[in-house]
């Protein structure tokens, strides 16, 4: 079921992407947030898409060597900043008790063993 839900929606997505725009008066060049347009490109922030892939490629290396919560919250402070924020006063408590709660759902109310601290530390 994951691999066909995920086929879905590559497919789908690449659907979205290069579907052609119906046909309408000019619009504004200026609206980004409309309809993707494959002929403006270069409009869209890949940086930022790319940034979130090494951030969620680094947290899965992470998630063993340092624990679920330090490395959970690690990666929604980066992937904030990624994105933008730069509120830290917000941030650093949001994304600690976002990964808190997290893990306790998942250690407690699924019963799924996460290791919530480095292994050095147990």
């Known amino acids: 079921m994951p691999i066909g839900l995920s086929g879905l929606g590559v497919v789908l997505s690449l659907v979205i992407l290069f579907a052609s725009k119906p046909a309408k008066a000019e619009e504004d060049e200026g609206d980004v947030l409309g309809n993707i347009d494959p002929r403006h ?26 624990g679920f ?24 408590p949001v994304s ?19 290791r919530p601290w480095p292994g050095f530390l147990v």
């Open 69 to 92: 919560i330090a490395s959970t919250t690690l990666f929604l402070i980066g992937s904030a900043m990624i994105l933008g924020e730069r509120r830290f006063v917000v941030l650093i």
């Open 41 to 66: 490109w270069r409009r869209y922030k890949f940086g930022q898409g790319i940034g979130l892939l090494v951030a969620m490629t680094v947290y899965a290396l992470a998630i063993f060597p340092i």
């Open 96 to 114: 600690l008790v976002g990964a808190l709660v997290v893990w306790y759902l998942v250690q407690e109310v699924l019963g799924v063993f996460l």
